[in-house]
């Protein structure tokens, strides 16, 4: 009798965490098709070939006015001396080239409510053809994890992850080139001259083995 009761109580475990995880997988089934179907709203699109040849920013650090010669190098305006890392700057700028978002705000009465009459970072962009872009980075929402910006004169308002804010908050410190930066590209040559040598090393590895091998033919003989 207490076996059966136990068996029981067994099968009915098993039936609730049956039951439990097949509402939660029809819950989270529902949830992944409700964000899916969630709309996107495109900020700025610029593609990814986009020639971006100049940048100015403000932010609490000061101003940044970024210039980029036919070399690929870039040019700190306010202090030509600084050696800039390249590769940040287009990591940074690469974040601008497609902005999208999954919430918008359009029917509001006052900018200063997301941050936006003084944001603390002002991003604007010129392209090889001569266009450009304005990007405000406003006040972060607590609710959603997200800033908003404003985008040229489109009076959308749209909410975006920390990517943006975070890329161009910088300090002249963040974008100099650093004595890592340095090491990571000395490292990187040398492994490539390595690499260039050692078929060389194979060369004279098998010359020396043929004149050992013909050495002992020779004083077999």
């Known amino acids: 009798m207490k076996k059966q009761k136990f068996q029981l109580i067994i099968l009915i475990v098993l039936l609730l965490i049956f039951v439990g995880g097949y509402f939660g997988l029809q819950k989270y089934n529902k949830d992944a098709a409700a964000k899916e179907s969630e709309p996107t709203y495109t900020a700025l699109n610029l593609g990814d070939d986009a020639d971006i040849t100049a940048m100015h920013v403000t932010n609490t650090n000061g101003e940044?006015?970024?210039?980029?010669?036919?070399?690929?190098?870039?040019?700190?305006?306010?202090?030509?001396?600084?050696?800039?890392?390249?590769?940040?700057?287009?990591?940074?700028?690469?974040?601008?080239?497609?902005?999208?978002?999954?919430?918008?705000?359009?029917?509001?009465?006052d900018l200063a409510d997301f941050g936006l009459v003084t944001p603390a970072e002002t991003v604007e962009i010129t392209l090889a053809d001569g266009s450009s872009h304005i990007?405000?980075?406003?006040?972060?929402?607590?609710?959603?994890?997200?800033?908003?910006?404003?985008?040229?004169?489109?009076?959308?308002?749209?909410?975006?992850?920390?990517?943006?804010?975070?890329?161009?908050?910088?300090?002249?410190?963040?974008?100099?080139?650093?004595?890592?930066?340095?090491?990571?590209?000395?490292?990187?040559?040398?492994?490539?001259?390595?690499?260039?040598?050692?078929?060389?090393?194979?060369?004279?590895?098998?010359?020396?083995?043929t004149e050992e091998s013909s050495e002992t033919n020779t004083t077999g003989d």
């Open 135 to 209: 990007i405000k980075i406003g006040d972060y929402n607590n609710t959603i994890n997200k800033y908003y910006i404003l985008v040229d004169d489109n009076p959308t308002i749209y909410t975006v992850n920390s990517i943006i804010k975070t890329n161009f908050g910088f300090s002249v410190d963040d974008i100099r080139v650093t004595e890592e930066t340095t090491a990571d590209d000395t490292t990187s040559s040398e492994e490539d001259s390595t690499s260039v040598n050692e078929p060389e090393n194979t060369n004279d590895n098998t010359e020396s083995s």
């Open 64 to 109: 940044f006015t970024l210039k980029k010669d036919g070399d690929e190098t870039w040019t700190l305006k306010e202090d030509a001396t600084v050696d800039v890392d390249e590769s940040k700057i287009t990591t940074k700028l690469n974040s601008l080239k497609s902005i999208t978002s999954d919430q918008v705000a359009e029917d509001y009465s």
